[in-house]
């Protein structure tokens, strides 16, 4: 069945070498990634990035973003447009959530690019299929050092916020759960949830638009949480720049491939131990991001 073969979780020791960056929503931005990695002095040697997923659709090019599947210190989780893709790839599966997920890739525009792949497709299939749903960095629960990746969000259907521990125990989870996922606008398990969810990031408008108690930054039981999906640029500002945080979420999607139409949108990568970041706009100015004590 499609995706239930997926990784969920995969764990990382903390990096003692290097560097943690992760980066957002690429979008085929490869030009605009290759330009902020060198503003903030990436070494391939000790450092690693960490991907958000969505590597593909929309940018320039595509081609470009999957070439980093093949570089070592490049560590993603799977977006839904790289699950878009991989069901396109695999459009002779009879399963009907692939045939779901092999649509929404030629609605969203995928079928403009992905004809070049031709016999590539095979050769990147196997990466597709090995890019788990959530990464975990560190163990320590109460260590700053801890981070978590995923490209939506990490949220139950009721509210309830996920905890470490959902990630860390086998079997706290169960993935086949069926349940209705804001943002996907349908039912599907939590394979489908961590790829679309958006009920965290509707709430938090929902509270803004009532001038209601807004949610906590953060969320005790969860390490911070980086995620995209939806494209949410730092706000601007004296004091101001910086990532939306919400229950211990950091939204990293500035929107890179809306960035030649306007400069509030960019690509954003984050230096999760120096705890700041960037954001590279239209006019190729780097943008300082400011941390937010974990």
């Not at 070592?72 to 002779?92: C, E, R, S, T």
């Not at 045939?99 to 590539?120: C, R």
């Not at 961590?194 to 001038?211: A, C, E, K, N, P």
Request: charge should be negative; hydrophobic fraction near 40%.
């Amino acid at each position: 069945m499609f995706l239930t073969s997926q990784p969920t979780v995969i764990h990382h020791a903390v990096n003692a070498q290097g560097r943690d960056f992760i980066v957002g929503d690429l979008h085929g931005c490869r030009s605009m990634l290759d330009a902020l990695l060198g503003h903030a002095g990436f070494d391939t040697a000790r450092d690693r990035l960490f991907s958000v997923g969505d590597l593909v659709d929309r940018g320039p090019d595509s081609m470009a973003c999957l070439d980093l599947l093949l570089e070592p210190w490049f560590y993603p989780v799977l977006g839904n447009h790289d699950a878009m893709l991989m069901a396109w790839i695999l459009k002779d599966d009879q399963d009907l959530r692939a045939d779901v997920y092999g649509g929404g890739f030629a609605l969203n525009g995928g079928l403009q690019w992905a004809g070049s792949l031709g016999s590539w497709a095979n050769e990147f299939l196997p990466l597709l299929q090995a890019m788990p749903l959530v990464r975990v960095i560190g163990q320590d629960v109460g260590a700053n050092d801890r981070f978590h990746v995923a490209h939506a969000e990490l949220r139950m259907p009721d509210g309830r916020g996920f905890s470490n521990g959902n990630l860390d125990e086998e079997g706290a989870l169960a993935w086949d759960l069926d349940h209705f996922i804001p943002g996907f606008g349908d039912n599907g398990d939590w394979r489908d949830h961590v790829l679309w969810g958006r009920s965290l990031i509707h709430d938090f408008l929902g509270r803004s638009q009532r001038g209601s108690e807004m949610p906590e930054k953060r969320n005790g039981a969860l390490s911070t949480t980086y995620v995209g999906h939806t494209i949410v640029p730092p706000t601007f500002g004296p004091g101001q720049n910086t990532p939306l945080r919400v229950q211990s979420h950091v939204f990293l999607d500035g929107g890179a491939f809306n960035a030649p139409q306007n400069a509030r949108y960019g690509l954003v990568i984050w230096c999760h131990g120096e705890d700041r970041g960037w954001l590279l706009n239209n006019r190729g100015e780097v943008v300082d991001l400011d941390g937010d004590a974990k």
